[in-house]
């Protein structure tokens, strides 16, 4: 069942990766290659890469591999990736969206490094929020919700009037630990509950409340609880 939703936020916090930005064929041969020299299903892999820093993925992936290694492997995947932005491209209706939030509260909250979420972003054509919350800026990855808390308290706004964009489900339960609401994006994201889930953004539209407040108007919105 579609339905056509308005929700209320003060403060909007997008992940980047399949959110604002399609980066699935770098990810996808960047992990798939990772697999490959560790013996692992590539199919598996993909199934638990996406939204999560990469080496807590790999602690999931090899529970008894040191965690250092995993450190070590994911500096050198996030520079492979870094490199590789052939296939990068915006998230249909990306552009609109952030131009639509000139001016009002909002930030990135990525499991990418500086380097990577300013090259992604770069390849897809799209302006970075001033308010940025990268995997630098946090001591735990995706499904922890101090990203989404970090960039709640950098924009000044109570974490239950921040409205979280995301697709993968790490990145679904750490807003919804964080005691947000989330607007679920692509295919991915209506498997793991989030408020409302969407196709892409073109079929959201910002309207600016007269109380400062910002209304989401999302269009045949799919609800999953």
């Known amino acids: 069942m579609t339905a056509t ?3 209320t936020a003060r403060a909007l916090l997008l992940d980047m ?34 939204g999560r820093q990469g080496y807590a993925s790999m602690a999931l992936l090899l529970p008894d591999r040191p965690m250092e290694q995993n450190h070590a492997d994911n500096a050198r995947m996030l520079a ?5 932005t052939e296939g990068v491209v915006e998230i249909p209706g990306a552009r609109a969206f952030l131009a639509s939030l000139d001016g009002l509260p909002h930030a990135l909250v ?3 490094d500086v380097a990577l979420s300013t090259a992604r972003m770069a390849a897809a054509g799209l302006e970075r929020p001033a308010v940025r919350v990268t995997a630098e800026s946090v001591g735990a990855s995706k499904p922890d919700p101090e990203g989404f808390l970090k960039g709640a308290a950098e924009l000044g706004v109570a974490p239950a009037d921040c409205v979280v964009f995301e697709d993968s489900g790490a990145g679904i339960a750490a807003g919804r630990a964080a005691g947000m609401r989330v607007v ?13 889930v969407v196709r892409d953004l073109t079929q959201v539209r910002v309207e600016r409340g007269a ?3 910002i209304l989401l108007h999302i269009t045949d919105a799919g609800h999953t609880g």
């Open 5 to 7: 939703a308005v929700l």
């Open 17 to 50: 990766d399949g959110t604002l930005v399609n980066s699935d064929a770098s990810v996808e041969h960047v992990w798939r290659r990772w697999a490959e020299r560790n013996g692992l299903d590539g199919d598996e892999v993909m199934k638990v890469v996406h």
């Open 80 to 84: 492979e990736e870094t490199s590789d």
């Open 110 to 112: 990525t499991s990418a």
């Open 184 to 196: 679920g994006i692509g295919p991915r994201a209506g498997f793991h509950d989030p408020d409302v």
């Open 211 to 213: 109380d400062g407040t």
